[in-house]
């Protein structure tokens, strides 16, 4: 699971536990850990949602300014498909 360099850091600290991607299919499962710079993301779920669903305050949560923001930045490709990921950030072993 890639994450634009911005969020980053709060990632790892733990202050953004959620992301919105817009795939045309889920590109992350549920028990998914995926590597991120010197750790990991863990997702512990996924699932779709609306367009409808998406609020200034789940932007907000998601580490973006506002809604146009985060859908400049979750949109890949040509995808329909929205997802609302929770996961959280685990330090490596290594």
Do not use: C
């Not at 959620?18 to 795939?23: L, P």
């Not at 590109?27 to 998914?32: C, I």
């Not at 367009?51 to 200034?56: A, L």
């Not at 907000?60 to 609302?84: C, M, P």
């Amino acid at each position: 699971m890639q994450f634009t360099s911005k969020l980053r850091e709060r990632i790892k600290n733990g202050e953004i536990t959620t992301s919105i991607r817009i795939w045309k299919k889920p590109h992350v499962k549920s028990g998914g850990v995926y590597r991120m710079e010197e750790g990991n993301i863990v997702v512990t779920s996924i699932r779709e949602i609306s367009f409808e669903d998406i609020s200034e305050s789940l932007a907000k949560e998601s580490g973006f300014n506002n809604i146009v923001d985060l859908v400049k930045t979750a949109k890949h490709g040509n995808g329909q498909n929205i997802y609302f990921i929770n996961f959280f950030y685990e330090e490596s072993d290594n």
